[in-house]
């Protein structure tokens, strides 16, 4: 498989990272070579093996339906970087 | 008829009645202060780990096995993700291709004729809309319903996000955030594009409601956000070409019942006239995205939506699958009790109810139906207890905002009063008084006729009567004997005034019989 640099542009985006040409230049073939060693993975045959769900072998863990004590508010938006004492604060969210 | 069909499919999320939040133990109380109920797990702090709530998991499978599910003995949650300030981790907990249930149905009492859209024409204003039904019952019974089995592609379990409010008259700048929502349990459900138009989806959300609610699942409330309901709808539209399918809409932002039906009723001939001018198919444009205003009655554009692929699911593996025994399966099945549906059908075989008349009493919830079920083996007439439950019971529950369970006169008493009604010591208006009387005074039936002066009127007396009022208004006599039935009510109102306690419907009886006899003068 081959990334082109609209591909890693595309990546960007959907992460929120943005990147300067520059860096495109230099992250699109670094990007190339990890997607390369992942698909040393295809060299196995994996015919009739079951898709693996969680690396651990185990199932059904759960917690009962009690309530315990949430944060205090004021440690809760301690660190955000904006915030009111009752809110977190952020740029405008319109159009929805 | 427009020259189209209507075609919707549901998404209908709905809030789970836990205790707690779905991976971590803060409280779902609504209505709590901002930000006062969450921990490090649910806003999203680097190292916190979900750990799944046994009871959400539970209810979600008791519910999909009220919708006739098949269920996946092995199931997983994904991470989707997204930015949106709402979403502190970034990513949505979700279950994308390993759902834990799929294809199940739900059956809705749908009207008749209509398979077509009922806009009134491509004007595309809502005033012109066809009116429909207010929050009138439906007419079961009445010829006009019929059952109609709407599939269910999915119900999967995931978790709910923050709250972000803009208010843009305080002049502020910001959006506020309220993560206190964030991670409560939603299970959403999904149908088949099924539902034919905006009556069968009003419909369709009632029963599904219902049914969430005898199965105590959730509380349904629309306006606290407990039921969402987005809408994906689309048109088939007939031309000499063949059918034509219209690129689908998404509509959201729909607070009510009522503003679905209202939304899809707008929908319809807006699609239509849009197809005209553009000509645009299923394909040719990406899904819209719209929004329901519920002021001024009509969808407005939003924003496009994000390619689906472009959530990157992937497994999380900070959560272990479920798996599902047949034996738990089995075991829960058995705790689901009689769901709306099968009460229906016991009500109309073992009472003899309509279907009306069962819709009504079973859409009242579970403690209704049984104070209705324990009045009608009292009085030993279910046609009888269904009428006084809708007539007296529930108009009393309707004025003085009262559950049934509030309502001051329980079944045994109530069915007493019905007994002696039944066995003509008194009828049926002079029973509403006593009814009345034993709602102020909470003194039995036996008590409150005593107390009244109400006894039954010997029947000789009764005969004595009339043949003495029939002799003092020959007039009377001969209007009867001519045919005209309405004579009759003038001597039942003076024999009334007469005798307070005497039986209208027996006196009619009596008053038909001694007429007969009387000689043509």
């Not at chain 2, 019942?257 to 040719?284: C, I, S």
């Not at chain 2, 016991?346 to 919830?365: C, F, I, K, M, P």
């Not at chain 2, 109400?454 to 208004?473: R, T």
Request: hydrophobic share 35%; charged share 25%.
């Amino acid at each position: 498989m081959t990334l082109s640099r609209a591909d890693v542009e595309k990546v960007a985006l959907l992460a929120r990272l943005e990147l300067s040409s520059a860096e495109l230049n230099l992250l699109t073939p670094q990007l190339q070579q990890i997607v390369e060693y992942v698909e040393s993975l295809n060299e196995l045959n994996t015919e009739g093996v079951e898709p693996m769900a969680h690396a651990l072998d185990v199932a059904n863990v759960f917690a009962e339906d009690v309530v315990r004590p949430s944060l205090p508010r004021e440690q809760a938006l301690a660190n955000a970087p904006h915030q009111d004492g009752e809110f977190y604060l952020v740029p405008a969210v319109l159009g929805e | 008829m427009p020259p189209y069909t209507l075609i919707i499919g549901l998404e209908t999320h709905v809030q789970l009645s836990t205790a707690t939040k779905l991976f971590c133990r803060c409280s779902t109380k609504f209505g709590a202060l901002p930000n006062t109920q969450t921990c490090p797990v649910c806003i999203g702090m680097p190292g916190t780990l979900p750990v799944m709530n046994r009871e959400a998991f539970e209810l979600s499978l008791r519910t999909a096995l009220a919708l006739n599910c098949s269920i996946h003995q092995f199931t997983k949650w994904d991470r989707k993700q997204y930015y949106y300030p709402d979403l502190p981790k970034g990513y949505q907990i979700s279950q994308y291709d390993l759902p834990f249930s799929y294809e199940g149905w739900l059956e809705i009492q749908a009207p008749l004729s209509l398979g077509q859209g009922n806009g009134a024409g491509a004007e595309g204003s809502a005033g012109t809309a066809t009116p429909s039904p207010q929050h009138a019952p439906p007419q079961r019974g009445r010829g006009s319903l019929v059952s109609k089995r709407i599939r269910i592609i999915r119900a999967h379990l995931e978790e709910d996000a923050g709250k972000s409010t803009h208010d843009e008259t305080a002049g502020v700048a910001d959006s506020r955030i309220d993560l206190n929502r964030a991670g409560t349990p939603l299970l959403e459900i999904v149908s088949h594009p099924d539902l034919r138009s905006a009556a069968e989806t009003r419909a369709y959300l009632a029963e599904l409601k219902l049914l969430l609610t005898y199965l105590g699942v959730s509380d349904c409330n629309m306006q606290e956000g407990s039921l969402r309901v987005d809408a994906n709808i689309n048109l088939h539209i007939d031309t000499p070409q063949g059918k034509i399918a219209t690129p689908i809409v998404e509509v959201k932002n729909m607070n009510s019942f009522r503003a679905v039906e209202r939304a899809m009723e707008y929908e319809a001939p807006r699609q239509y006239e849009v197809w005209q001018e553009t000509g645009q198919k299923l394909g040719d444009v990406p899904k819209q995205t719209r929004g329901w205003d519920d002021v001024h009655e009509r969808t407005y554009g939003q924003r496009r939506k994000e390619e689906s692929s472009d959530y990157r699911y992937l497994p999380d593996p900070d959560l272990v699958p479920v798996t599902i025994s047949a034996e738990k399966l089995e075991q829960l099945r058995a705790t689901l009790g009689e769901l709306p549906a099968q009460l229906r059908t016991r009500l109309e075989s073992t009472y003899g109810l309509t279907a009306y008349d069962s819709e009504v009493l079973v859409n009242q919830g579970r403690e209704l139906v049984d104070y209705f079920v324990q009045l009608a083996e009292l009085c030993g007439n279910g046609k009888q207890a269904s009428n006084w439950m809708q007539q007296d019971v529930m108009r009393v529950m309707g004025e003085q905002h009262l559950s049934i369970a509030e309502y001051p006169i329980g079944p045994a008493a109530l069915a007493e009063l019905l007994k002696a009604v039944k066995a003509g010591e008194l009828d049926t208006t002079r029973g509403r008084e006593v009814l009345a009387r034993m709602l102020v005074t909470r003194n039995s039936a036996a008590v409150v006729i005593q107390d009244l002066g109400i006894e039954k009127v010997d029947e000789s007396d009764m005969y004595a009567l009339c043949q003495e009022l029939l002799n003092a208004n020959p007039k009377i006599v001969d209007d009867l004997k001519s045919g005209k039935q309405q004579a009759a009510g003038s001597l039942i109102g003076q024999a009334k005034k007469r005798n307070p306690n005497i039986n209208p419907a027996r006196f009619r009886e009596i008053l038909a019989e001694l007429v007969a006899r009387e000689p043509t003068s």
